[in-house]
């Protein structure tokens, strides 16, 4: 629950009404055999759930939450495994449901805003004179901007 807390927390110094949120973990089990069978384990001692019954869960979850919050509950999904997190965003996302990824679209959020602060910088080039450079393992590897970017 630590991550979960933790966003909450800073959504709440944000200025969020703390009775807004809900902080959430789903445990769709481990594959590690030495964890399902250690007593104190406090996971969900079984195989991980993957492919369509992950999902199900997933959207279970999500028209819960909308049963018992109303069809604007905004969902910040967290640390999905990068083979589902582009999956689960579209599937929400179709289902009409205010979401985002934190892993794909909070990092690049986050990069915009630093962007947009530093061409305000007296004296730093306007932003379509920058040449930037993207790095990193993220859940966007494999992902390009086809916009106006090129080879530096």
Known sequence: ???????????G????NPEWLLPVTVDVGTNN?????DALYVGLPQGRLRGQEYFDLMVELVQGLQERFGRTVLVHWEDLAAKNAFQMLQLVRNMR???FNDDIQAT?????AAVLGAVR???A????QQRFLFFGAGQVRGYSLDRGVGPA
Do not use: F, H
């Not at 629950?1 to 959504?11: D, L, N, Q, R, S």
């Open 1 to 11: 629950m630590g991550i979960p807390t933790g966003k909450c927390v800073v959504y």
């Open 13 to 16: 110094a944000a200025g969020a």
């Open 33 to 37: 055999s030495q964890l399902q069978q």
């Open 97 to 99: 449901v205010p979401t």
């Open 108 to 112: 690049a959020a986050v990069a915009v």
């Open 121 to 123: 910088v007296p004296g």
């Open 125 to 128: 080039l306007p932003l379509q």
